[in-house]
């Protein structure tokens, strides 16, 4: 593939991103105005300030009626309690009583943290989504802001945005392998690294792995493979990388996992080169010839000779 096709491919992915934000920037503006509160009003929804209080600052984010709405139910829940707790008859009943308000106040006090975490987010956000889905929860409630936020729109903007991050992702290991050609390893690396931050794939982390093995970055190519352990869909797949991380631990020196992670792809390769002779009996071999070699370097002379006779079969 030229550099010519590369750089278009870059070039289309940037164009899908930017359809992205023109796509979120087409939401119309809610037609509900909610006039905020000034800089320096304070939203107490247990109503004492001796209660572990919510304190929001209102600019942007959400109105002191929809956080009191919010907290309603918790509210009269304590109310109740605390009215029924004076007038309990049995101290097993006030007991019970103080562990259902102790149990109350603790879930206001998550849904407190809820909404404040929730304030910022709104608050910060630069996107008309965000603006549309916070107008409507403080119009209409939480689920039609999560009836909005779940709307066809919303998944073709996922949709589109989760294939450009694909495409981007693809651009970024193309250009890592290009960049390995040209023996700029480091930039390669950071493009490797790009390309698994926008879609983790067997592809990309394989790829990585292996130009970090040849390389002789032992300690994190062992650790990129067996991170892409998690990510193999075939037997041959997970085969070959069993090998290769094999291969790096003999190379530390950890002779007992190299064993294991060896035998492992044996067991793999066996059974594929059951289906498929002609493409996997050569796997079979020089698996078994690793494990000779690392038999012999452990002086396990008869495992070698058994490992090596059985190779040369084959």
């Keep these: ?5 590369i750089s278009l491919i870059v070039t289309t992915v940037v164009a899908i991103i930017g359809s992205i934000v023109l796509i979120i920037n087409t939401f119309k503006e809610s037609k509900t105005q909610v006039t905020p509160a000034t800089t320096s009003q304070k939203v107490e929804i247990n109503g004492n300030v001796s209660n572990s209080p919510i304190t929001v600052t ?11 709405l919010i907290a309603e139910p918790y509210k009269k829940d304590i109310t109740r309690l605390e009215k029924e707790l004076k007038n309990a008859l049995s101290q097993e009943k006030y007991q019970e009583l103080q562990k259902q308000l102790k149990l109350v106040k603790q879930e206001l006090a998550t849904k407190e943290d809820q909404i404040n975490r929730l304030n910022i987010t709104l608050k910060q956000s630069k996107y008309n989504v965000a603006i549309e889905a916070k107008n409507i929860l403080n119009a209409k409630g939480i689920d039609k802001a999560l009836e909005f936020l779940d709307n066809q729109k919303i998944k073709d903007v996922e949709t589109i945005a989760i294939k450009a991050m694909k495409e981007a992702s ?3 290991l193309i250009k ?3 960049l390995a050609i040209k023996d700029k390893y480091t930039q390669a690396y950071a493009q490797f690294e790009k ?6 794939n067997y ?3 394989f790829a990585y792995a292996y130009l ?8 994190k190519a062992i650790s990129q493979y067996e991170a892409t352990l998690t990510l193999v869909t075939t037997n041959s797949q997970k085969a070959i990388i069993l090998n290769n991380l094999a291969n790096l631990y003999s190379n530390q020196n950890k002779n007992t996992q190299a064993e294991k992670a060896y035998s492992e792809a044996l067991i793999l390769y ?16 020089t698996t078994l010839n690793n494990l000779a070699v690392l038999y012999s370097n452990q002086n396990k002379n008869t495992q070698a000779e058994k490992a090596y006779s059985e190779a040369l079969i084959l």
């Design 170 to 172: 693809e651009a970024f």
């Design 195 to 200: 390309s698994i931050q926008y879609d983790k």
């Design 212 to 219: 970090l093995q040849k390389q002789n970055k032992f300690k």
């Design 176 to 178: 890592a392998q290009l």
């Design 1 to 5: 593939m030229s550099f010519k096709k």
């Design 58 to 68: 209102h600019n942007e984010g959400i109105t002191e009626s929809t956080i009191r």
């Design 270 to 285: 066996r059974s594929l080169a059951k289906q498929n002779p002609d493409v996997y009996n050569s796997y079979v071999a």
């Design 203 to 205: 592809n990309n982390m």
